[in-house]
């Protein structure tokens, strides 16, 4: 192991072993040794330290005369396995759920890992180890996390693409900031309102103009849209936050009005595998593949610390994509990209999906059941619901009122993107997310949500 660097006074009066002694001790107590760890010898320690060996062993045999460590004869000498006075290990979490500062997580965006299978998880993480490292890095991701991509889209979102179509991304909102760079800076780009601010901060951070345009029920306006845009971008399948299915009419329209325009289309399918009891909609990837960027992403379905998504795009637009990131030096980590191959290989990917979607339509039917009387929108896909709220102070009250109760909830005033008074009506509400916590926390949570929300519905009769 490397020794901690050491510093002696040469000068000083204290003698040199002492010196060494406490500084050997001093990297034990602060971590830089561990239990365990090999010492050098002697002979090494005084060579590389230009002392005597009479100095290094003085120093040894004064940290074993105080259990610092332990000599093994002909093994040399050791850490300690408990040595005096260093911390303890902090002892691992097995969370199932979020953590948002113990309290229970209930805001939207987190995944549902309580249902995953441990042991095809583990799976897949070895089979990603199988083949040998590679040498060069692949800008455009990995051939097999590329063809499991068009397998994925085919089989579970409709989109027919080929392999050259596919681009691996770190994920959704690095994927956006990445198109963001290959626009005319100052260019418009046209966002939902409210809508996702991580993607309003990629396209600000580029250098272009958002243009917020108002959401209903449905989702993005689409009439609502102003001339002179270089792009749109929109999360059709369950609007974010406001959790709309863009109707096959709209995004119909949408297309048309692109190729009419001249401009791309972002479509976000952050979370495009969850829906229930309603018939899918066709992808605007699928109705307009010549004018559509369209964004996946395993961060919802499995987890977001696997940094792995995908890219289906027009050419023009994927090889300005692979311009900038040769000229940047910058790829998407391709280990992510193996568990997801590998995981999607195995037929656990599918079996997951499976199971993730019948976990979240039994929160979700318990949410709205806790919530009875109570109207909740966005509630045919997704993770989350929204429950409106007659003013913003409603809204503060609420969700205080749940932190006080242990809950972590999300309003909608954090996701405008023209803050309030709004672009449209009912800008005030909450943003309910039932995959974030365990099964249970959800159950113990809900009579309490309900009851605040009640309270605070009550004060205005009227309010949806
Ligand atoms: C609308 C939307 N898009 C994208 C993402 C994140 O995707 P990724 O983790 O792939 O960046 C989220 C996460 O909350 C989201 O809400």
Do not use: N
């Amino acid at each position: 192991m490397d020794v901690p660097p050491i510093v002696l006074d040469r000068a000083g009066g204290e003698p040199l072993a002492a010196q060494l002694a406490a500084a050997l001790r001093g990297a034990a107590a602060g971590g830089a040794l561990r239990a365990g760890d090999r010492l050098p010898s002697t002979r090494a320690l005084a060579a590389t330290l230009g002392l005597s060996r009479t100095v290094t062993s003085a120093a040894y045999e004064q940290l074993l005369a105080e259990g610092w460590v332990e000599g093994r004869v002909g093994a040399g000498t050791y850490v300690t396995t408990a040595p005096p006075a260093s911390p303890a290990p902090a002892p691992a979490r097995a969370a199932a759920g979020g953590s948002a500062g113990g309290l229970v997580m209930m805001r939207a965006g987190v995944p549902c890992t309580e249902v995953l299978d441990r042991g095809a998880w583990r799976r897949a993480w070895r089979a990603a180890a199988d083949p040998a490292p590679d040498a060069e890095p692949r800008p455009e991701g990995l051939p097999e996390f590329r063809a499991a991509v068009v397998e994925h889209l085919l089989r579970h979102r409709g989109l027919p693409a080929a392999p050259e179509d596919v681009l691996a991304t770190g994920g959704s909102t690095g994927a956006i900031a990445e198109i963001a760079r290959t626009l005319p800076a100052g260019s418009a780009v046209a966002v939902e309102d409210p809508g996702y601010q991580r993607a309003v901060g990629g396209l600000r951070a580029a250098g272009l103009r958002v243009v917020p345009v108002p959401v209903d029920e449905a989702g993005l306006v689409v009439e609502a849209l102003p001339a002179g845009l270089a792009a749109v971008y929109c999360t059709p399948a369950h609007q974010f936050p406001l959790g709309g299915r863009l109707p096959a009419a709209r995004r119909v329209a949408l297309v048309e009005r692109a190729r009419a325009d001249g401009f791309v289309v972002l479509e976000d399918d952050y979370d495009g595998e969850l829906r229930y009891d309603v018939a899918p909609l066709p992808l605007l990837a699928a109705l307009g593949p010549d004018i559509v960027a369209h964004l996946g992403t395993a961060s919802k379905i499995l987890t977001p610390t696997l940094g792995a998504g995908w890219l289906v795009a027009p050419r023009a637009l994927r090889e300005a994509v692979a311009r900038q990131r040769d000229r940047t030096g910058t790829r998407p980590a391709p280990a992510g990209q193996r568990v997801f191959t590998a995981f999607a290989a195995s037929g656990d990917l599918a079996r997951h999906l499976r199971r993730v979607r019948r976990e979240l339509a039994g929160r979700r039917a318990e949410v709205v059941e806790a919530l009875a009387g109570i109207a909740v929108r966005g509630d045919e896909a997704g993770a989350h619901v929204v429950i409106g709220l007659p003013d913003v102070t409603a809204e503060r009250t609420v969700l205080d009122a749940a932190e006080a109760a242990g809950i972590a909830l999300d309003g909608l005033q954090r996701h405008l993107v023209t803050p309030a008074p709004g672009p449209a009506a009912s800008t005030a509400g909450i943003v309910l997310g039932y995959a974030g916590s365990t099964r249970a926390e959800l159950r113990a949570a809900l009579p309490a949500v309900a009851t605040i929300l009640r309270a605070a519905l009550s004060d205005a009769p009227d309010a949806r």
